[in-house]
């Protein structure tokens, strides 16, 4: 059984920081391409980062450049999305996501169930 388990979201101030962990099991995240989407109310889900697993290079959206960094921990097989500088607009549903092919991509294999951050200005 695959589980990505999402963790760490929460009500911050505008400029304040979260750090969303992602457990996994089942597999093992240093053969996946990993990454962070979100999904605010009436919108679609949108990418918000991601480390490709084939060369590890990242990607991050144009809305969070500068501010969130995407990280995993082998060890621990967990995977991280620290944010900076919170704003409003961050607020959504963040989840989780890995897949097996050699890039990112939306389309991603497995994902968590979520975890809110919610910015408040």
């Known amino acids: 059984e695959v589980q990505l388990q999402a963790s760490g979201g929460g009500l911050v101030q505008a400029g304040g920081s979260l750090r969303l962990s992602c457990a996994a099991s089942g597999i093992t995240l240093d053969s996946y391409n990993i990454g962070w989407f979100h999904q605010a109310p009436g919108k679609e889900r949108e990418g918000v980062s991601c480390?490709?697993?084939?060369?590890?290079?990242?990607y991050y959206a144009d809305s969070v450049k500068g501010r969130f960094a995407v990280s995993s921990d082998n060890a621990k097989n967990t995977m991280y999305l620290q944010m900076n500088s919170l704003k409003p607009e961050d607020t959504a549903v963040y989840y989780c996501?890995?897949?097996?092919?050699?890039?990112?991509?939306?389309?991603?294999?497995?994902w968590g169930k979520g975890t809110q951050v919610t910015v408040s200005s």
């Open positions: 996501a890995a897949r097996l092919g050699p890039r990112c991509r939306h389309d991603m294999d497995y």
């Open positions: 480390i490709n697993f084939s060369d590890d290079s990242t």
